[in-house]
T-cell receptor, first 118, second 113 residues
Framework: AQTVTQSQPEMSVQEAETVTLSCTYDTSESDYYLFWYKQPPSRQMILVIRQEAYKQQNATENRFSVNFQKAAKSFSLKISDSQLGDAAMYFCAYRGSQNAGNNRKLIWGLGTSLAVNP | NAGVTQTPKFRVLKTGQSMTLLCAQDMNHEYMYWYRQDPGMGLRLIHYSVGEGTTAKGEVPDGYNVSRLKKQNFLLGLESAAPSQTSVYFC????????????FGSGTQLSVL
């Protein structure tokens, strides 16, 4: 079974600095999708960034980028120029590529709580 | 667009009471999900639906029932609430493709005394 591990329960960063959140996963599949979701204090989860495993190029969304290392099964999130509004819980998630059965489901990590210090 | 709307936002129940959580989405999504979020346990899938009239069990379905009579609505029922069901419940929806992102509601804080 697939698993997702976020080894950093809590992280902190100074405003305007860069921070990297770690995520590793375990799978026997060759094709899959990876996601980072943000959960601010308002509770509503929103997608930050996603990566298709078949793409070698790392995904980027404005100040957010990933370091996807397929062989190492690592999917870290880098937040550049951190802002106070980035303070939130960040969840890493995995989904298999086959759109049937269990592969419809996302496998979630336990989250990393990010604090941004002014 | 309202997106995904959950009602109610907060609820307190006594053990043994029943209730229904309502999730409504206005994006014409095929897939809908119910999750619960507990400290230290992340998000766990309760039930999900891949289309109107269909439902399936997730990781932790016991004690819950669901129905999807209309495409835009996904109901989560607790027939006899237990303290172990104290949690924050999230509804989410998405299009059919596997790389599609989930759209989440803002959650329901449920306490069972």
């Amino acid at each position: 079974a697939q698993t997702v591990t976020q080894s950093q329960p809590e992280m902190s960063v100074q405003e305007a600095e860069t921070v990297t959140l770690s995520c590793t996963y375990d799978t026997s599949e060759s094709d899959y999708y990876l996601f980072w979701y943000k959960q601010p204090p308002s509770r509503q989860m929103i997608l930050v960034i996603r990566q298709e495993a078949y793409k070698q190029q790392n995904a980027t969304e404005n100040r957010f980028s990933v370091n996807f290392q397929k062989a190492a099964k690592s999917f870290s999130l880098k937040i550049s120029d951190s802002q106070l509004g980035d303070a939130a819980m960040y969840f890493c998630a995995y989904r298999g590529s086959q759109n049937a059965g269990n592969n419809r489901k996302l496998i979630w990590g336990l989250g990393t709580s990010l604090a941004v210090n002014p | 667009n309202a997106g995904v709307t959950q009602t109610p936002k907060f609820r307190v129940l006594k053990t043994g009471q029943s209730m229904t959580l309502l999730c409504a989405q206005d994006m014409n999504h095929e897939y809908m999900y119910w999750y619960r979020q507990d400290p230290g346990m992340g998000l766990r899938l309760i039930h999900y639906s891949v289309g109107e009239g269909t439902t399936a069990k997730g990781e932790v379905p016991d004690g819950y029932n669901v129905s999807r009579l209309k495409k835009q609505n996904f109901l989560l029922g607790l027939e006899s609430a237990a303290p172990s069901q104290t949690s924050v419940y999230f509804c989410a929806s998405s299009y059919r493709r596997t790389n599609e992102k989930l759209f989440f509601g803002s959650g329901t804080q449920l306490s069972v005394l």
